[in-house]
């Protein structure tokens, strides 16, 4: 496999955007949506489903209670944020199979899906088989 084919290979290997993250939601039962964000903009507003678990909080003793046989999809703002990258980062360190949410949260509405909290705005819901 030549470079270029390994890299494109390797992105969607490790990071779903919100049409995969809606898709796989409907039909599988085995994905755990982790807003890595700040508690406070958890309770404002967060993907269906999705735990709040901040990103700097993350390590072995957080962890230790979670089903490592689930697809972890973690995400934050969007393109100017990087608590998603450090979530998959650390998630993935600790033994997890993760996924990054390209755009998160930001192109999750963008793409005309539904959220959750205190300032929920409205659009396709998911119906989640997890």
């Known amino acids: 496999m030549n470079d270029q084919i390994k890299y494109y290979q390797d992105k ?19 994905i755990v ?6 508690e406070f903009a958890y309770e404002l507003e967060h993907i269906p489903s999705a735990i709040s678990f901040p990103h700097r909080t ?3 003793e957080t962890t230790f209670h979670m089903d490592r ?4 999809v973690c ?10 990258t450090n979530g998959a980062l650390k998630m993935a360190k ?3 199979n993760t996924r990054e949410l390209i755009g998160g949260l930001d192109w999750w509405k963008r793409d005309g899906y539904s959220t959750e909290g205190n300032e929920a705005s409205v659009g396709t819901e998911v119906q989640c088989a997890c």
């Open 33 to 38: 949506v982790v807003d890595t964000r700040r």
């Open 75 to 84: 995400y934050c703002d969007g393109i100017g944020c990087n608590g998603s």
């Open 69 to 72: 046989s689930k697809v972890y």
């Open 94 to 96: 600790l033994g997890f």
């Open 58 to 60: 993350m390590d072995e």
């Open 12 to 30: 969607l290997n490790y990071e779903w955007d919100s049409a995969d993250l809606f898709e796989n939601l409907e039909t599988r039962t085995d």
